[in-house]
C-alpha cells in the first residue's frame, strides 16, 4: 500500500461523490444513442426525464438516484489489510456529508444504523496482483435492479440456446422494475458464487470497450438486438430501447455444469475507479477486473 | 400540460391509459414498513395519520437533509412498486387511495381495486432522483423511527413529473399490453 497526502478514506468519498453524481461518459452516450432510435413518445418523455436528471445531478452535485445502492468495492493490485477498515471509514463519512440514503438493514430484524455499515457491509472483494498500484473501485448497486438477480444452473446440453434464453427471458421478467434500459451483466460458468460475481464485475468495463473474446462478442450483440427488439422500452412501458449494453465475464467451470447468473443494471450504472501509485492518484470511471 | 390538484374521483376515472400528468398538491410517501404499519394500526383500531385518506401515496424513500429545522428533499424518484403487491388492496380500500406513483406497476389484484375505488398508477420515471426532488418541498415526516427512507414523508408537489398513467381506473395496465405483445426472440 502507498502512502499519499491523501488518506485512503477520503479517496473513497472522492470515490462515492463521483459515482453518485456523474454518470459514466460511455453510459451517457448509450442513452443519447437510445434516444436517437426511440419512436414511441412514452418512451422519449422517459428518456428525457433521464438525461434531465443526469445534467441536474451533476450540476448540483446531487445523487442522481435517491437509492444510493450498496457500494461494492473492488480493491486491486497492492494493498494491506488497513485498507478494509478505510473503506468502511469513508462510507461512514459519505453517507454523512455527500449524503447517501441510509441503506442498509439487519436482515432479520431490518434494523439500521444510519451509517451504511453493518456486519459484511460494505461488500469488499480483494484481488492482490504484481502490478505497482493500488486500484479501488466502486459499483452502486440499487435495490431495484439488485433484486432481479438471477442464477441457472443450466445443464451443458442446454449450450449456447440454453444461455440466450435464460438471459432475455431473466431480463423480459423483470420489465420495468430495474428501471431499464441499463447494462445487464452475464456471468457465465465458474461455481455458482463465483458465476454471480463475474456477472457483476462484468458491469464495471466501460461499455464501449469491445470484448475480445469473438464468441462472447457476436453473443453479446445478439443479446443486444433480441432485448431491444422485444419492445419493452425504458421503464417497462414500451418502446425500442431496453438495454444499452450486455456484458459477459466468463470461467471455466466443472464438466457436468453450465452455471449462468444475470445480473441487471438499472440505467444508472454507477461506477468510478481510483488507481494510486506512488506519484498521485488517478480517478476513471470504467476498469476492467 | 395536464395538472392534477387534489383530483375527485371522477376526475380519477376521466384519466386514460397514456396521458401525461404532473401534479400539483399533496403527496405522501409510503414503502413496504408504512404500508405494514399503517395496515397494522387500523386493524388494531389505533390512530393512523388523517393525510393517508384519499391520498396521492408516492412509492419513494428519499434522500433528505436537515436544513434551518427543516427539511430539504435532495433525492426522490420512486421506488419499485411491485414490492408493496400483496398490500396495496387492502390500501386503496381502507384508505380511498386517489393516485399510486411509483415505477414498474402492480399486480392485478391491485388493478382489480383500483378500478372499484377510482384509483389510477402513475409511473414516474425511476431514477430521475434530482428532477423529481426539485418539484418538491417537505412538511415533515410521519412514523420517523421507520428510517429515513420508510418514513411517511409529507411532501407539496408543484409540477411533480412527467407522470405516466401506466394503470387506469377501468383495470387496464400499459404494462399488462406491454408485456402481452414482447417479442421474444
Known amino acids: 500500500m502507498i502512502k499519499l497526502p491523501e488518506s485512503t478514506e477520503q479517496i473513497v468519498v472522492n470515490l462515492l461523490r463521483l459515482a453518485n453524481t456523474k454518470l459514466p461518459s460511455d453510459v451517457g452516450w448509450a442513452l443519447e444513442a437510445a434516444a436517437a432510435w426511440e419512436t414511441s413518445s412514452i418512451a422519449m418523455s422517459q428518456l428525457g426525464a433521464i438525461m434531465d436528471n443526469v445534467k441536474k445531478a451533476e450540476l448540483l452535485g446531487r445523487p442522481m438516484c435517491q437509492d444510493t445502492g450498496i457500494p461494492v468495492f473492488y480493491v486491486k493490485g497492492k494493498f494491506d489489510s488497513s485498507i478494509r477498515n478505510d473503506i468502511r471509514s469513508g462510507v461512514k463519512r459519505a453517507t454523512e456529508i455527500i449524503p447517501l440514503r441510509p441503506n442498509t438493514v439487519d436482515p432479520i430484524t431490518r434494523e439500521n444504523h444510519g451509517d451504511n455499515l453493518g456486519k459484511g457491509m460494505p461488500p469488499i472483494h480483494f484481488i492482490p496482483t504484481d502490478d505497482d498500484f493500488t486500484e479501488i473501485s466502486v459499483l452502486l448497486k440499487g435495490a431495484g435492479s439488485e433484486n432481479m438477480t438471477r442464477l441457472a444452473m443450466l445443464n451443458p446440453a442446454d449450450g449456447q440456446d440454453g444461455i440466450r434464453r435464460f438471459v432475455i427471458d431473466s431480463v423480459l421478467d423483470a420489465g420495468g422494475r430495474p428501471c431499464p434500459p441499463g447494462v445487464v451483466g452475464v456471468g457465465i460458468g465458474g461455481m455458482a458464487d463465483d458465476c454471480i460475481a463475474m456477472s457483476k464485475e462484468a458491469m464495471l468495463s466501460p461499455i464501449d470497450s469491445e470484448n475480445k473474446d469473438e464468441v462472447l462478442k457476436a453473443l453479446e450483440e445478439d443479446l443486444f438486438v433480441a432485448i431491444n427488439g422485444s419492445g419493452m422500452g425504458p421503464m417497462g412501458l414500451g418502446g425500442s430501447s431496453s438495454v444499452l449494453a450486455v456484458r459477459i465475464k466468463t470461467s471455466y467451470c466443472h464438466t457436468a455444469s453450465l452455471p449462468v447468473a444475470v445480473s441487471i443494471g438499472c440505467w444508472a450504472t454507477r461506477r468510478a475507479s481510483a488507481r494510486i501509485t506512488e506519484t498521485g492518484v488517478e480517478y476513471s470511471q470504467g476498469a476492467e477486473i | ?185
Do not use: Q
Open chain 2, 1 to 185: 400540460m395536464k395538472i392534477l390538484s387534489k383530483p375527485t374521483e371522477k376526475d380519477i376515472r376521466s384519466l386514460e391509459l397514456g396521458d401525461v400528468v404532473y401534479i400539483t398538491g399533496d403527496v405522501i410517501t409510503g414503502r413496504d414498513e408504512m404500508h405494514m404499519r399503517a395496515l397494522k394500526y387500523l386493524r388494531e383500531g389505533k390512530e393512523v395519520p388523517s393525510d393517508i385518506y384519499n391520498s396521492i401515496l408516492y412509492h419513494c424513500g428519499p434522500i433528505m437533509s436537515k436544513k434551518n429545522g427543516g427539511w430539504k428533499v435532495v433525492a426522490a424518484g420512486p421506488t419499485t412498486s411491485a414490492r408493496m403487491n400483496s398490500l396495496e388492496s387492502d390500501m386503496i380500500r381502507s384508505f380511498g387511495l386517489r393516485a399510486i406513483i411509483g415505477k414498474g406497476g402492480m399486480s392485478a389484484d391491485v388493478s382489480a381495486a383500483m378500478e372499484e375505488i377510482g384509483c389510477v398508477y402513475l409511473a414516474a420515471t425511476g431514477g430521475a432522483a434530482v428532477s423529481l426532488a426539485e418539484c418538491l418541498s417537505a412538511d415533515g415526516a410521519e412514523w420517523e423511527d421507520l428510517g429515513m427512507a420508510e418514513a411517511m414523508w409529507r411532501f407539496r408537489a408543484e409540477r411533480l413529473g412527467p407522470l405516466v398513467v401506466a394503470m387506469d381506473s377501468c383495470g387496464n395496465s400499459l404494462y399488462e399490453n406491454v408485456r402481452a405483445s414482447l417479442r421474444r426472440a
